[in-house]
């Protein structure tokens, strides 16, 4: 095995760190130094000067290497690139070990693979040790965002589940929790509250003895996408069923009994007030105090509140206050007739047809053959003569027909006196009425009658004539059913 002349074997393998790589300087420092003395620490050295300018490197005195044993950890060793090594002539690599080969006596070997970084442009290419770890932690930051995606992608979809379907770490609760087979047998009642979830729902399941355990409720409920449809209210099931046929049987409309407070369509606004009065226990009074501007009503209701509180059934909390409730009934208008896209400058025309719409047919197909008949009065400028209207101003209902002394009463709603349409709603009609006030169907009509009030069979005309026989229909009846008109 030959030596070359830094004492350093051909085959020996690189320093594997800054700290070997110091150690093997120093002892070759001190392995070539004349007197064989330590350069170790304590021991200061003396800096040579250099030799005159335009002396030539390999001629000028020694510099002194800084002692290795004190450098600052800071220093940086950098891995000389192999491949800029192999180009460079073999002339200036002489040149280059002599160069760097001295020492403060002359004679210290220097590192042939390893150099400083700040002769990166002499030594070529070359990648820091500083730089590898760089790389180290960027790649290393790389797979770990990676993973964390990973692992929200999965915790995501976990908590969509989780939000449809409620907590899911109950006690005792797995993936193999205990479960009946069947459909069970018998009959049990369960209430499903506001704001119940999954787990809340699969607790009060397990108290009534449908299910076995909560985690199989959870886990079946978790799996339907239509879980999210279960209304709060009572619901008959079974005792000892399976938890997928408890939850097939709450989905099942038969099952279902509302607990909440049902507004039918075409109740006046004082009507609605005594059905929440009664099913919350807030005097009927806070409910008239509320003012009309505080619950979102539409710049077309003119303060009115007639008309916007829409028909449904709501669940509302024990300590909802009159102004919250009415704020609910006119927030689900909105929700209901904004896909229509009723334009803001027909609004207060259509709602206040509707009411009358919702007034005058009893079957959904006359709804939209009313509002004809309406639109056909209004734009030939004859008075709708509508005994709704008339029941409206009196706030007596009971009767289909009005008296000649309430028609002759003067006022903004009598439309037996008053053409065009009334100045407000004169109810809360559905969705369906709103449609229809909308949309009305073609037709020449002038004239409607419902013939029979209790079936809601209703007769049009476009001639007063027809209208008259029309009439003599409606008339037998009545006779037929005393008190009834």
């Given at each position: 095995m030959s030596t070359p002349q830094d004492g350093k074997s051909v085959g020996d393998s690189a320093p594997r760190s800054r700290r070997e790589a110091r150690e093997r300087a120093r002892r070759a420092a001190a392995a070539a130094s004349p007197e064989g003395r330590s350069t170790g620490a304590g021991r200061e050295r003396r800096a040579t000067p250099p030799g005159p300018p335009g002396t030539p490197r390999s001629q000028r005195p020694p510099q002194p290497r800084p002692d290795l044993t004190h450098e600052d950890e800071t220093t940086e060793f950098v891995a000389v690139s192999a491949s800029r090594a192999q180009r460079r002539p073999a002339g200036d690599w002489e040149e280059h070990e002599r160069s760097e080969t001295s020492s403060a006596n002359g004679e210290w070997t220097g590192f042939h693979d390893w150099a400083s970084e700040d002769d990166h442009d002499e030594h070529g290419s070359h990648t820091s040790y500083e730089e590898i770890q760089r790389q180290r932690r960027r790649k290393a930051g790389r797979s770990c965002l990676l993973l964390v995606l990973v692992m929200l992608l999965a915790v995501g979809g976990a908590g969509y589940a989780a939000s449809r379907v409620g907590r899911i770490s109950l006690p005792g609760m797995s993936e193999t929790s205990p479960d009946y087979a069947g459909k069970g047998s018998g009959s049990v009642t369960i209430v499903v509250k506001e704001g119940d979830t999954g787990t809340a729902i699969a607790q009060t399941l397990l108290k009534a003895g449908v299910v076995?355990?909560?985690?199989?409720?959870?886990?079946a409920a978790g799996a339907s996408r239509n879980f999210g449809s279960i209304q709060p209210g009572r619901y008959t099931l079974r005792q000892k069923m399976s938890a997928q046929a408890a939850l097939d049987l709450m989905l099942d409309p038969k099952s279902y009994a509302s607990t909440?407070?049902?507004?039918?369509?075409?109740?006046?606004?004082?009507?609605?007030?005594?059905?929440?009065?009664?099913?919350?226990?807030?005097?009927?009074?806070?409910?008239?105090?509320?003012?009309?501007?505080?619950?979102?009503?539409?710049?077309?209701?003119?303060?009115?509140?007639?008309?916007?509180?829409?028909?449904?059934?709501?669940?509302?909390?024990k300590d909802a206050t009159a102004e919250q409730q009415l704020r609910t009934m006119v927030t689900e208008w909105r929700k209901k007739v904004a896909p229509l896209q009723i334009p803001d400058s027909r609004l207060h025309e259509v709602m206040v047809e509707a009411s009358l719409v919702e007034a005058e047919s009893r079957l959904s197909e006359d709804g939209p053959k009313?509002?004809?008949?309406?639109?056909?009065?209004?734009?030939?400028?004859?008075?709708?003569?509508?005994?709704s209207t008339i029941h409206y101003a009196e706030k007596k209902r009971g009767t289909i027909t009005t008296t000649d002394e309430q028609r002759a009463k003067k006022g903004p709603y009598n439309s037996y006196l008053n053409t065009g349409l009334?100045?407000?709603?004169?109810?809360?009609?559905?969705?369906a009425a709103i449609k229809a006030a909308l949309h009305?169907?073609?037709?020449?009509?002038?004239?409607?009658?419902?013939?029979?009030?209790?079936?809601?069979?209703?007769?049009?005309?476009?001639t007063y004539p027809e209208q008259q026989k029309n009439e003599q229909v409606f008339h037998s009846w009545c006779k037929h059913h005393p008190g009834k008109c």
């Open positions: 076995k355990s909560t985690g199989a409720f959870v886990t909440g407070t049902t507004i039918p369509e075409g109740l006046w606004a004082g009507q609605i007030f005594t059905l929440l009065s009664k099913a919350t226990g807030v005097p009927v009074a806070d409910y008239q105090k509320v003012s009309p501007t505080s619950i979102g009503l539409p710049p077309a209701a003119k303060g009115h509140l007639e008309g916007y509180l829409f028909p449904s059934t709501y669940n509302f909390g009313v509002a004809r008949v309406i639109d056909n009065r209004v734009n030939q400028g004859m008075p709708l003569q509508l005994d009334p100045p407000t709603p004169i109810n809360n009609p559905g969705l009305p169907a073609s037709g020449g009509w002038l004239y409607f009658v419902t013939v029979d009030p209790q079936t809601g069979k209703t007769l049009f005309a476009d």
